[in-house]
């Protein structure tokens, strides 16, 4: 049987269908006949939470989950979508979002609902006082129009402190990026410390860093096999995440039948993993990241003529070096241009005083070369707009 957590008089599957990847046509639309499909398995098997959001698939994520989801009681499943307060706009209008994503979605309420990526380039909005996106989620929590609000954050640890120490008592979960990788390369380890200590459930996204730890290679593969036959890679991921006890739920972008059957096969059973797979596991994320080794000691800051974040740079940049993705890219557009990689003059006060000799003035200039290749995260908020646009028109 598919496990579940408690949560505040609600029993939630620990595995939450993400509806951000759907299966695709071959025209490029969703293929809802699949969609329908694998909705019904995952309901049928005791999966009953499913995520959609307001940008996703061009806005046409919220419409075919609201058509999918329609035929069946309103009882029998938990929804939840997002505010898309990140997204690039002259002005936000929470009122006038959220009515139509109510209409798309077919429903009157949402059981989830969430501020959709508090981070470095939109936590001024979710602040400002003009569009009052916080202060109007709570009132509809209060009219019951939102069962619990929340909110998803691929922010730095400064950031998401920030927003708590503004907003904690409002908020009754926090989805984060989290997966083995993660834990140290994107450092989510301070940051679920950070929810765990604030009391605040934490929610899962990118479990298997969207595929990618799911597509080990065929050594690594015959690794895992040797101790636990028959298991994929994703359980893996998966198993990593039910050994942190303030993981609620975690949510699988999942774009195929047999991702869904091996996911709810994984979520049957809550079994960590032992010490010997944790052991493998950790000997794996080595051979993935190629490193550099910045402890954040923060000396190169101190005398950088340029004020540049060092540590932040060269952790974005091992964040790149693994996968290009929108997360470092987010993160750069949200600087100045004086404090980009591109700022670097190049003057070794830095690499001098390192504890660990990294010659920072070459990855600086390494990482603003990779910068021109990553996809522009105000170019992609940009189109995502437009077709939310031209789909509600």
């Known amino acids: 049987m598919m496990k579940h957590v408690s949560f505040k008089g609600l029993e939630i599957s620990r595995l939450g269908f993400g509806m951000m990847r759907l299966p695709l046509t071959g025209t490029g639309e969703i293929d809802e006949r699949l969609v329908a499909e694998m909705v019904d398995l995952a309901l049928s098997s005791g999966v009953n939470y499913f995520d959609t959001a307001y940008p996703y698939h061009g806005g046409m994520s919220e419409v075919v989950a609201g058509r999918v989801l329609n035929r069946y009681d309103r009882d029998k499943f938990l929804l939840a979508s997002k505010y898309p307060g990140h997204q690039y706009a002259d002005s936000y209008d929470p009122a006038d ?13 949402f059981d989830f609902y969430l501020l959709h990526n508090v981070c470095e380039s939109s936590i001024e909005v979710y602040k400002d006082k003009r569009w009052g996106i916080v202060d109007y989620f709570v009132e509809q929590r209060r009219l019951g129009r939102v069962r619990h609000l929340g909110f998803s954050s691929h922010a730095e640890y400064a950031t998401l402190k920030e927003f708590l120490d503004l907003y904690g008592s409002e908020m009754a979960f926090c989805q984060i990026q989290l997966n083995y990788l993660d834990w140290t390369l994107q450092n989510a380890k301070a940051r679920y410390a950070l929810l765990t200590e ?62 869904m059957r091996d996911n709810i096969a994984t979520f049957e059973d809550d079994r960590p993993l032992t010490a010997e797979e944790s052991m493998l596991l950790k000997e794996i994320v080595a051979e993935l990241q190629t490193m550099i080794p910045c402890t954040g000691c923060r000396y190169c800051c101190d005398g950088c003529p340029q004020g540049l974040d060092i540590p932040m740079l060269l952790a974005s940049l091992n964040d790149v070096r693994f996968s290009p993705s929108f997360t470092p890219a987010m993160r750069m557009e949200s600087l100045p241009e004086d404090k980009l990689p591109s700022a670097c003059i190049g003057c070794g006060a830095c690499a001098q005083i390192c504890p660990q000799h990294i010659d920072i003035p070459s990855l600086m200039a390494e990482f603003s070369g990779r910068l021109k290749d990553l996809p522009s995260w105000k170019k992609i908020c940009m189109e995502r707009a437009e077709a939310a646009k031209r789909l509600k028109n």
Not at 97 to 109: W, Y
Not at 201 to 214: F, H, I
């Open 97 to 109: 979002v959220f009515e139509t994503q109510l209409r798309k979605c077919r429903v009157d309420h």
């Open 198 to 259: 604030r009391g605040i459930p934490v929610w899962v996204m990118e479990p298997v860093r969207g595929g990618r730890l799911a597509k080990l290679t065929e050594a690594q593969v015959s690794r895992m096999a040797a101790i636990t036959p028959d298991a994929s890679p994703a359980s893996w991921a998966f198993r990593w995440l039910m050994g942190l006890p303030n993981v609620k739920v975690i949510l699988s972008g999942m774009s195929n039948m047999a991702q």
